[in-house]
């Protein structure tokens, strides 16, 4: 059983630096679309790790967030090299699809490799390439890269879901969700601080307005997690995990069907990029959040059919916002997950360095635009971007949102 434990000195945090860096545990394969926005694959991946006395063990989860194809289906193998100094090959091989696979109503595929010990050095990096197959006996791949640390070393635990024994790769999880904390070491327990705190939706892309400033939070409680008991966290916030160690990292627990948005409650939340501030007011007022929800989507789209399409378009977006770009907050409230939900998929994504690039290019629906996002280190995640914001946003800006509030979803 987990056991509460009462916090003697507060744990200083803050949001806007780190005091380790720590591994990624969000990779993203460049993406690219055609110029007329043509849904296609999006491969993306999420991992998590564990250390043995003699291996690092990574566990690998691949998804295609789009629906577009079943990679249980697609999937051949995993491909990877591990490179030093000058990219010289230090380890080469190539992995099958975890006998333990995700469940049937989450397409993906999980991987689980092992690298010796002595090769996880700093410098030294794991280069993955997914291997599909299609009719025709077409193959392509995507490519991925892991940076290799020492400190991952230190990691001996892993938190994987209580009845499936899945490993927690994602860096959410719902207060319904049974947990394990496995660990060869039985005495080995896992400290978890639980923070209760609101966070903001992204500001606009134009915004002016400073972002508040770093906050030093302070836990409100704290529980210790004992190795190989079934435990649960059973309040909605942001806990930190392993917080008196390098590894560190946090756990955003949300409630009901997350990342998925099935609640009218929940569904008035995104709605604040659509919505003027006195539209938000009477949304949140109403007596009957769903009737609300209802009635603003049918308002603008003119008639039920075409708002059920809104509905699925623009709750879709938040759904794949939340997979990807969650970090101490929902993905929706961040700013990519602010622009992926009002512009849609962009055509281009590219990443140099800390520097996250997305452009859209001109078709008949927008003009050609940009956004540059910055990868801003915190104690919680390594999956925070921010947006740099200019004023010169402003038209583009509200000439997207006037499409969806004129019905159109073609973008």
Not at 27 to 41: C, F, G, K, L, Y
Not at 145 to 174: C, F, W
Not at 366 to 374: A, G, L, N, Q, R
Request: a neutral charge; charged letters at 25%.
């Amino acid at each position: 059983m987990a056991r509460i434990v009462v916090v003697y000195s507060w744990l200083l945090l803050s949001i806007a630096t780190s005091c380790s860096q720590k591994p990624e545990l969000t990779q993203q394969t460049v993406a690219s679309r055609p110029a007329e926005n043509v849904a296609e694959p999006e491969v993306n991946m999420q991992y998590t790790w564990n250390a043995s006395p003699d291996s690092l063990h990574l566990h690998l989860l691949f998804f295609d967030v789009s629906r577009i194809m079943d990679l249980k289906r697609t999937v051949i193998n995993l491909s990877y090299d591990v490179t030093g100094v000058q990219n010289a090959v230090v380890l080469r091989d190539t992995v099958r699809v975890a006998e333990i696979n995700v469940p049937e109503q989450e397409e993906g595929v999980i991987f689980k490799m092992s690298i010796p010990r002595e090769i996880v050095i700093a410098d030294n990096s794991v280069n993955l390439k997914l291997w599909q197959k299609f009719a025709g006996e077409a193959r392509m791949h995507s490519a991925f890269n892991i940076a290799l640390d020492p400190g991952m070393l230190e990691k001996m635990g892993l938190l994987v879901q209580a009845k499936s024994k899945i490993p927690l790769i994602r860096t959410y999880t719902t207060t319904a969700d049974s947990m394990l904390l496995e660990n060869a070491d039985t005495t080995a327990a896992m400290l978890v601080y639980y923070f209760k705190s609101e966070f903001t939706p992204a500001l606009p892309p134009m915004s002016e307005r400073k972002e508040a400033a770093a906050r030093t939070l302070q836990p409100s409680d704290s529980l210790t997690i004992d190795p190989n008991n079934t435990f649960a966290l059973p309040q909605d916030g942001l806990y930190l995990l392993w917080p008196d160690k390098s590894f560190s990292t946090g756990l955003l627990v949300e409630q009901w069907s997350f990342p998925r948005i099935t609640m009218a409650k929940e569904m008035l939340q995104p709605l604040i990029y659509l919505t003027t501030s006195t539209e938000r007011e009477r949304l949140f007022k109403a007596t009957d959040p769903k009737k609300a929800v209802d009635e603003f989507w049918i308002q603008v789209a003119g008639e039920k059919h075409l708002a059920r399409e809104l509905i699925r378009t623009y709750y879709g977006r938040v759904e794949h916002a939340n997979k990807l770009y969650t970090s101490h907050k929902p993905g929706w409230a961040t700013d990519r997950g602010m622009i992926y939900l009002v512009y849609g998929p962009p055509s281009d994504i590219s990443r140099v360095a800390d520097t996250e690039t997305w452009i859209y290019r001109e078709s008949e629906m927008h003009p050609y635009i940009k956004f540059v996002f910055t990868k801003k280190q915190n104690n919680f995640t390594g999956n925070h971007y921010e947006l740099i914001r200019h004023r010169e946003y402003e038209e583009s800006w509200y000439s997207a949102v006037a499409k969806w509030r004129a019905g159109i979803t073609d973008m």
